[in-house]
């Protein structure tokens, strides 16, 4: 066992300090990017911040409000296959800014198999699991790149540079980062695993451009 006693931060540690600007305004801030995929080779550009695919976020409602900013929704593990087939033939201009989810039993990746073959212009997947720390897990991932190529893959969640690398290597185009951080999360009080939130992003991210 190693204990780590450097500093780590979560994001209420930390504030942006301001710096002299010539705009007039915060509504002339543009904080969208552009992006290449590693394995989809899918080029998106908008504003970098996806909603979980919790069961209060990730709902058809908000994917409809957000797409009009180029946020990615990715829908809870809750809807059917039918249920999004439907909801994406009745609103095709929102199915650039979705992701479906699953998590890591056949089950789950039939519904995933499913809704792409019934939708062919939802492009992106979220593998999505408490602790992304399995081997099984990775498997999983492997195993969704190899069905879906041309598809742009989340999967997580993890919150160290060892396994962003690994996900990454294994398929995965964007890692989904956080264990234990939010107010609401029951899992470092359950299994004392966790990582604070910043630190945990600042480090996934270094592994990721690296």
Known sequence: MRII????????????R??????KSRSQVDVSSTCVFKHSKQERNGV??????????????????????KIITCLHKHYSAEDIISFGKSHPDVLPYVAVSAGTSDHD??????????LP?????????ANGYSEYFLNCVKKVRALHP?????????????????????????????????????????????????SAVIECADAAHG
């Open 5 to 16: 006693n450097d500093i780590k931060l979560d994001f209420k540690d930390v504030l942006i």
């Open 18 to 23: 301001p710096k002299r600007s010539k705009l």
């Open 48 to 69: 970098p911040i996806m909603v979980a695919n919790m069961d209060t976020t990730g709902t058809f409602e908000l994917a409809i409000a957000l797409s009009n900013y």
């Open 109 to 118: 990746i039939n519904i995933v198999n499913k809704v792409l073959a019934g």
């Open 121 to 129: 212009d939802l492009r992106m997947i979220c593998l999505d699991v």
């Open 150 to 198: 041309n598809h742009t893959i989340i999967a997580g969640n993890v919150v160290t540079a060892d396994q962003t690398q690994e996900l990454i290597l294994n398929g995965a185009d964007i890692v989904k980062v956080g264990i234990g951080p939010g107010s609401v999360c029951t899992t470092r009080i359950q299994t004392g695993v966790g990582y604070p939130q910043l």
